[in-house]
């Protein structure tokens, strides 16, 4: 792995042996892209890429070159209004009214590892030896601002980290309106958008587009980066599949704010920008300051979407999460929230821990409802202080209580939310984001906390950390349950006000950084309204989040694909809950909801106490198995196989790092009648291997990834006695050992 400058050529080239990026400066002193994809040979001179023609009808040209026009090159890291008229990565509104800039190269460094961002979640390497990074200077001279543009080649990875460091040298407060985190200028546009969108309860559903001239982007501006797109898209080829083909993926590692954006100009460069959204952003940057973007993270494969997912998986699970929990099997919980909502008492809660610990269960986790006044959700959140009432012996007592069943315990807390009904917001009306004079919105009968102040992040610190010193308290659940409305903060200058949810989400990455360092051992999870704030930035801080509220497992199926795109299997918190379930009233088998909820951190959303003494059988066996088996699922290599937007059944698997045990899920969303015979190709098997599936036949590894496994169930033909029926939303699990 190197990053080779070649001074006579004045060129970049980033390459670990997989990839490499190139880059040059160009006549103007300014940089120029030239190439991102499979790893080609280091030479002295690339200047070849560099492509101009005479276009003087068209394009603001230099004098004495009327080739070179920045609107027909590719650059690195672009600003508008010198002869390039597509949208830049930065824009900086100065005292005098011009936001023009000039951005020229200085200087550059090369080192070793990977340097920490300030207040920020990003990538990070244990030893130097497994990155290196290269920062290029750029200079504006006329108005003294400095621009770090950080890269970080990783050695063992086909991904690039990328961000942008601000520092003002000049003498006048300057004001930022764009800081992309990246820009990628692409030398065709051939090529499909793939995104996550949806809404509550259907989130991260998977939609491609081709590209097309004009601009084709996802956005959040709810101060999250939300429900309906997430902070990831990526560019793939029309033939490329699952399993073949070159696709370019991007992730943003932040969670609030976000634009990713593909524009296309009429002479078929894509233009890929991603970072903080610049809707309703602006930052005032004071001579001496500094202004650090979140990272973002460029994945090339030439092996598909799975070839660029398991790059993602392997990186961010293990040089993005961190701490005690990033390596270890998560523990199998039980939630009481579908159980009991805000209808309980210790004992009743103390009866379904008794019930949980006999199936099997490690962690029971008390969700909504243990607080101040809180006996429905109008009232209470803010006042982090056991209720008595509900619970006398308080939460210290119940932990106590669950330790002596032989289970840790877990909480739920909502950090971020205060209900107008509250001690806090009748102290503190103005810790409440609120426009003066303008009515407030409310969403689920609670307002949002001011995180842009010190004084609001450290009173609710104060207020978790005694609660996490004083109960045997080994989980928290982090829920944040409704969006940023009239942004507005009594704390900042009126020039400051579009600094608020940037400042908001420091805040909250203050918080979470200050809460796991002190407890490095309690596993957090993260919730907003289920897949609400499901990003890389808050994997930083918790190594698993809530993927959705929508617990019904056909439901997941998609959900849980989708999210696979980007995110580790051992990320996604999946449960089995109750049928009917809550969110679509839909019955499925216990089977079907067990053998989804497994590709995850697995646990229960129910009251198991009202189940019959057969479904509690199948419970243990489903505690069984994933004791067994979840170090392989939730740690394993992960392939999709069929994508339920593209049909009847779905499939995936996953593989452990020795490829001697497998396991396949297999779904089946309608059941049908005198159908075909059904079979699954696999992956990431050892061909010349052989494996025994469900403890009975043997295979050739070869054989399974050729001509596939046989999936045909009892719908393939009539089905008669001695046949197990199917049904509807039925599935199977496979599992494969190498003989």
Same mark, same amino acid.
């Given at each position: 792995?190197?990053?080779?400058?070649?001074?006579?050529?004045?060129?970049?080239?980033?390459?670990?042996?997989?990839?490499?990026?190139?880059?040059?400066?160009?006549?103007?002193?300014?940089?120029?892209?030239?190439?991102?994809?499979?790893?080609?040979?280091?030479?002295?001179?690339?200047?070849?890429?560099?492509?101009?023609?005479?276009?003087?009808?068209?394009?603001?040209?230099?004098?004495?070159?009327?080739?070179?026009?920045?609107?027909?090159?590719?650059?690195?890291?672009?600003?508008?209004?010198?002869?390039?008229?597509?949208?830049?990565?930065?824009?900086?509104?100065?005292?005098?009214?011009?936001?023009?800039?000039?951005?020229?190269?200085?200087?550059?460094?090369?080192?070793?590892?990977?340097?920490?961002?300030?207040?920020?979640?990003?990538?990070?390497?244990?030893?130097?030896?497994?990155?290196?990074?290269?920062?290029?200077?750029?200079?504006?001279?006329?108005?003294?601002?400095?621009?770090?543009?950080?890269?970080?080649?990783?050695?063992?990875?086909?991904?690039?980290?990328?961000?942008?460091?601000?520092?003002?040298?000049?003498?006048?407060?300057?004001?930022?309106?764009?800081?992309?985190?990246?820009?990628?200028?692409?030398?065709?546009?051939?090529?499909?958008?793939?995104?996550?969108?949806?809404?509550?309860?259907?989130?991260?559903?998977?939609?491609?587009?081709?590209?097309?001239?004009?601009?084709?982007?996802?956005?959040?501006?709810?101060?999250?980066?939300?429900?309906?797109?997430?902070?990831?898209?990526?560019?793939?080829?029309?033939?490329?599949?699952?399993?073949?083909?070159?696709?370019?993926?991007?992730?943003?590692?932040?969670?609030?704010?976000?634009?990713?954006?593909?524009?296309?100009?009429?002479?078929?460069?894509?233009?890929?920008?991603?970072?903080?959204?610049?809707?309703?952003?602006?930052?005032?940057?004071?001579?001496?300051?500094?202004?650090?973007?979140?990272?973002?993270?460029?994945?090339?494969?030439?092996?598909?979407?799975?070839?660029?997912?398991?790059?993602?998986?392997?990186?961010?699970?293990?040089?993005?999460?961190?701490?005690?929990?990033?390596?270890?099997?998560?523990?199998?919980?039980?939630?009481?929230?579908?159980?009991?909502?805000?209808?309980?008492?210790?004992?009743?809660?103390?009866?379904?821990?008794?019930?949980?610990?006999?199936?099997?269960?490690?962690?029971?986790?008390?969700?909504?409802?243990?607080?101040?006044?809180?006996?429905?959700?109008?009232?209470?959140?803010?006042?982090?202080?056991?209720?008595?009432?509900?619970?006398?012996?308080?939460?210290?007592?119940?932990?106590?209580?669950?330790?002596?069943?032989?289970?840790?315990?877990?909480?739920?807390?909502?950090?971020?939310?205060?209900?107008?009904?509250?001690?806090?917001?009748?102290?503190?009306?103005?810790?409440?984001?609120?426009?003066?004079?303008?009515?407030?919105?409310?969403?689920?009968?609670?307002?949002?906390?001011?995180?842009?102040?010190?004084?609001?992040?450290?009173?609710?610190?104060?207020?978790?950390?005694?609660?996490?010193?004083?109960?045997?308290?080994?989980?928290?659940?982090?829920?944040?349950?409704?969006?940023?409305?009239?942004?507005?903060?009594?704390?900042?200058?009126?020039?400051?006000?579009?600094?608020?949810?940037?400042?908001?989400?420091?805040?909250?990455?203050?918080?979470?950084?200050?809460?796991?360092?002190?407890?490095?051992?309690?596993?957090?999870?993260?919730?907003?309204?289920?897949?609400?704030?499901?990003?890389?930035?808050?994997?930083?801080?918790?190594?698993?989040?809530?993927?959705?509220?929508?617990?019904?497992?056909?439901?997941?199926?998609?959900?849980?694909?989708?999210?696979?795109?980007?995110?580790?299997?051992?990320?996604?918190?999946?449960?089995?809950?109750?049928?009917?379930?809550?969110?679509?009233?839909? &019955?499925?088998?216990? @089977?079907?909801?067990?053998? !989804?909820?497994? *590709? =995850? /951190? #697995?646990?229960?959303? %129910?009251?198991?106490?009202?189940?019959?003494?057969?479904?509690?059988?199948?419970?243990?066996?489903? &505690?069984?198995?994933? @004791?067994?088996?979840?170090? !392989?699922?939730? *740690? =394993? /290599? #992960?392939?999709?196989? %069929?994508?339920?937007?593209?049909?009847?059944?779905?499939?995936?698997?996953?593989?452990?790092?020795?490829?001697?045990?497998?396991?396949?899920?297999?779904?089946?969303?309608?059941?049908?009648?005198?159908?075909?015979?059904?079979?699954?190709?696999?992956?990431?098997?050892?061909?010349?291997?052989?494996?025994?599936?469900?403890?009975?036949?043997?295979?050739?590894?070869?054989?399974?990834?050729?001509?596939?496994?046989?999936?045909?169930?009892?719908?393939?033909?009539?089905?008669?006695?001695?046949?197990?029926?199917?049904?509807?939303?039925?599935?199977?699990?496979?599992?494969?050992?190498?003989?």
């Amino acid at each position: 792995m190197s990053i080779y400058f070649e001074q006579g050529s004045r060129s970049f080239h980033l390459t670990n042996g997989k990839i490499s990026y190139l880059m040059k400066i160009l006549p103007n002193d300014q940089l120029g892209q030239l190439y991102y994809g499979p790893a080609i040979q280091c030479r002295d001179n690339f200047d070849h890429l560099l492509e101009m023609v005479p276009r003087s009808m068209t394009a603001c040209v230099f004098e004495n070159n009327d080739r070179f026009s920045m609107e027909h090159v590719k650059q690195e890291y672009p600003a508008y209004g010198t002869g390039d008229f597509r949208h830049p990565a930065v824009r900086i509104l100065q005292q005098n009214g011009s936001s023009i800039t000039n951005f020229t190269y200085h200087s550059h460094t090369i080192t070793k590892g990977k340097p920490k961002l300030e207040g920020l979640p990003a990538t990070y390497c244990e030893d130097e030896s497994e990155a290196e990074t290269l920062c290029i200077t750029l200079k504006d001279e006329l108005i003294g601002l400095r621009l770090e543009l950080l890269y970080t080649l990783f050695a063992n990875h086909t991904a690039l980290a990328r961000s942008v460091r601000f520092v003002n040298e000049g003498n006048e407060a300057v004001t930022i309106d764009t800081a992309m985190s990246l820009n990628l200028d692409l030398p065709d546009s051939d090529y499909e958008l793939l995104q996550l969108s949806g809404a509550w309860a259907r989130e991260r559903h998977v939609y491609t587009r081709p590209l097309v001239p004009g601009i084709q982007s996802v956005e959040s501006a709810r101060g999250t980066s939300s429900h309906n797109h997430n902070p990831f898209i990526a560019l793939k080829r029309r033939e490329t599949t699952e399993t073949q083909g070159e696709v370019i993926g991007f992730s943003l590692i932040y969670s609030g704010n976000f634009l990713a954006q593909a524009e296309v100009d009429v002479w078929g460069v894509t233009r890929v920008t991603m970072g903080i959204n610049p809707f309703g952003f602006s930052w005032k940057l004071e001579p001496g300051a500094v202004f650090q973007t979140p990272e973002a993270v460029m994945v090339y494969s030439d092996m598909g979407l799975n070839g660029m997912s398991q790059t993602f998986h392997a990186l961010y699970q293990k040089r993005l999460a961190r701490g005690y929990w990033r390596d270890r099997p998560r523990p199998i919980l039980l939630n009481n929230w579908e159980a009991t909502y805000f209808n309980f008492t210790e004992e009743k809660l103390l009866d379904i821990a008794r019930t949980a610990r006999d199936q099997g269960i490690e962690l029971f986790v008390l969700d909504d409802g243990w607080f101040g006044q809180r006996s429905n959700d109008r009232a209470g959140l803010g006042d982090w202080t056991p209720n008595y009432t509900r619970l006398p012996n308080g939460i210290s007592g119940l932990a106590e209580k669950i330790e002596q069943l032989g289970m840790k315990f877990g909480l739920w807390f909502e950090p971020e939310m205060v209900n107008r009904d509250s001690d806090l917001f009748r102290t503190h009306p103005d810790w409440a984001i609120q426009t003066p004079g303008r009515t407030m919105s409310v969403g689920r009968n609670q307002y949002v906390l001011d995180y842009s102040r010190k004084e609001v992040v450290d009173y609710i610190f104060d207020s978790m950390a005694k609660l996490l010193r004083e109960a045997k308290i080994s989980y928290v659940k982090w829920d944040m349950n409704r969006c940023i409305t009239e942004a507005f903060s009594a704390k900042l200058p009126a020039e400051q006000q579009s600094e608020l949810f940037h400042r908001y989400i420091l805040g909250v990455y203050d918080l979470y950084d200050r809460l796991t360092t002190a407890f490095p051992k309690v596993l957090f999870e993260s919730c907003a309204s289920g897949g609400g704030r499901f990003d890389p930035g808050i994997l930083y801080y918790a190594p698993q989040g809530w993927a959705s509220d929508d617990s019904d497992a056909v439901e997941r199926i998609k959900i849980q694909y989708g999210t696979s795109m980007c995110y580790p299997i051992s990320s996604i918190g999946a449960h089995v809950s109750i049928v009917p379930n809550h969110q679509v009233y839909r &019955i499925t088998p216990l @089977k079907t909801r067990g053998n !989804v909820a497994c *590709f =995850g /951190t #697995f646990g229960y959303e %129910l009251d198991l106490n009202r189940l019959t003494a057969e479904e509690l059988e199948v419970v243990r066996e489903q &505690i069984k198995f994933m @004791k067994e088996y979840r170090e !392989v699922l939730q *740690f =394993g /290599t #992960f392939y999709r196989l %069929l994508s339920p937007f593209e049909g009847n059944y779905t499939a995936w698997m996953v593989v452990s790092s020795d490829r001697k045990t497998a396991i396949v899920g297999w779904y089946k969303i309608l059941n049908e009648v005198n159908t075909s015979f059904h079979r699954v190709k696999l992956r990431g098997l050892v061909p010349d291997m052989l494996y025994r599936v469900n403890g009975g036949a043997v295979y050739g590894g070869d054989e399974l990834i050729h001509i596939g496994l046989l999936t045909t169930d009892s719908s393939s033909g009539e089905c008669r006695e001695g046949q197990t029926p199917s049904c509807d939303f039925d599935s199977c699990l496979f599992v494969l050992k190498a003989e």
